[in-house]
């Protein structure tokens, strides 16, 4: 039967799924292609190699220290801008593994991307704690039937009308839609801009030097392991009680269940990943948040103070929550396909002996070597993974 692994956040994301991708394509022995299901460019995967590389990676897939090849399925939102800035520094870093993408992928133009911040600066103190990436829009305009994939990349001049149909027909609507009906001026010039445009057709042809374009039906032809990457996490999901603080994105099951029954895959193996304490970062509800952080060894050089979203937020791992929240994403699975899922603990090295959770609304302490066997008890789990620090070479399988 053929079987692949699934990488999935458990919380608000930032909770070490790029660490947790990078080890199981290690397991392969890199001979691996990493599946982005979900999200965009805003995702932000910090891989540390055991010799110090880092990289935080947002359209590469996780695994590519290890030689491992992407594939941007068609949940996946390509942005060409920005995955020229990140080809740009990865490259010195690492001979890059092959890249693929599906031909109906969505893709973002900078029109998305001005709209996007355009409304999050306007909402104020009531930001529903966006990139500003234009992920969301991206996605609002296909729905409205003003779509651009990943196979229209190809035909410049094509791509160019659709460009200016953005920007002079749908940028308009959408933005008095948000009631945004003036334009504030610092960004008018931006918009009118042909210079912005222009670059933004050299972005493509990039992507296209380095993307193979693929048919819907190459997971199911590809031979290597297959490691499924999320982005986000199960309490940003699209259709999460907290909206609207939450991504377009279904962060959890539903896209991987879809690909691998397309693919003639009978098992995965889902490794739902938490630190061990909370982090969010953007705007939105958060338990048991804590107005400083909870522990003095923690660093965090990926999530730093934007604009955008702010500065990370910390708070206790609610166990109660965190159990609630697996047990619904794998309820959704209807499917023929077997799901067999474990939890992974990461940051187990920042706790200064013990850790705080909460359960059933009460704070207990409980020391670190005990915590990811508490969690995999509560989760029910049947298997634990286990990190104590930013590379692969810090974890295990209890």
């Known amino acids: 039967m053929k079987t692949a692994k699934v990488v999935i956040g458990a919380n608000f994301g930032d909770e070490g799924k790029g660490l947790t991708t990078d080890f199981?394509?290690?397991e392969s022995a890199g001979d691996a292609v990493v599946v982005r299901f979900n999200g965009g460019a805003q995702a932000g995967h910090t891989v540390v190699t055991p010799d110090g590389v880092r990289h935080v990676f947002s359209h590469f897939g996780s695994g590519s220290f290890t030689g491992a090849e992407t594939f941007l399925s068609r949940f996946f939102v390509c942005n060409p801008l920005l995955f020229a800035k990140e080809h740009a520094v990865l490259a010195p870093k690492c001979a890059i593994p092959p890249l693929h993408a599906d031909a109906g992928a969505p893709v973002t133009t900078p029109y998305d991307m001005m709209i996007n911040q355009m409304a999050e600066e306007a909402r104020g103190a009531g930001r529903h704690g966006s990139c500003g990436m234009g992920f969301g829009?991206?996605?609002?305009?296909?729905?409205?039937?003003?779509?651009?994939?990943?196979?229209?990349?190809?035909?410049?001049?094509?791509?160019?009308l659709k460009l200016k149909s953005v920007r002079e027909?749908?940028?308009?609507?959408r933005l008095s839609k948000l009631g945004l009906s003036a334009v504030?001026?610092?960004?008018?010039?931006?918009?009118?801009?042909?210079?912005?445009l222009e670059k933004y057709i050299d972005d493509t042809a990039l992507f296209l030097q380095l993307v193979t374009v693929e048919q819907p039906d190459y997971l199911e032809k590809t031979e290597k392991p297959i490691v499924f990457e999320g982005a986000q996490g199960l309490l940003?999901?699209?259709?999460h009680r907290w909206f609207p603080h939450v991504t377009r994105s279904a962060t959890g099951l539903k896209n991987v269940l879809l690909l691998a029954e397309q693919a003639g895959i009978g098992q995965l193996d889902v490794?739902?990943?938490?630190?061990?304490?909370?982090t969010r970062h953007g705007a939105g509800p958060m338990p048991h948040e804590l107005g400083k952080l909870p522990y003095p060894r923690i660093t965090d050089a990926t999530n730093v103070h934007n604009d955008w979203q702010g500065s990370l937020r910390f708070g206790w791992l609610e166990l109660d929550l965190l159990a609630e929240t697996i047990r619904d994403d794998l309820a959704r699975n209807t499917s023929p396909v077997k799901v067999n899922h474990g939890i992974s603990v990461t940051c187990l090295d920042q706790l200064d002996g013990e850790a705080t959770v909460a359960e059933s609304?009460?704070?207990s302490q409980v020391a670190a070597d005990k915590l990811p066997a508490l969690i995999r008890q509560r989760t029910g789990a049947s298997f634990l993974i286990e990190s104590c620090g930013p590379s692969r070479s810090s974890v295990s399988r209890a």
């Open 236 to 239: 940003l999901a699209e259709d």
């Open 271 to 278: 490794a739902y990943i938490t630190r061990a304490y909370l």
């Open 361 to 363: 609304d009460k704070l």
């Open 24 to 26: 199981f394509c290690a």
């Open 184 to 196: 504030p001026e610092k960004w008018q010039e931006r918009i009118a801009s042909d210079g912005i």
């Open 137 to 160: 829009e991206t996605l609002e305009r296909h729905e409205n039937g003003l779509q651009i994939t990943c196979a229209d990349l190809a035909d410049a001049g094509a791509l160019r």
């Open 169 to 173: 027909h749908w940028m308009p609507q």
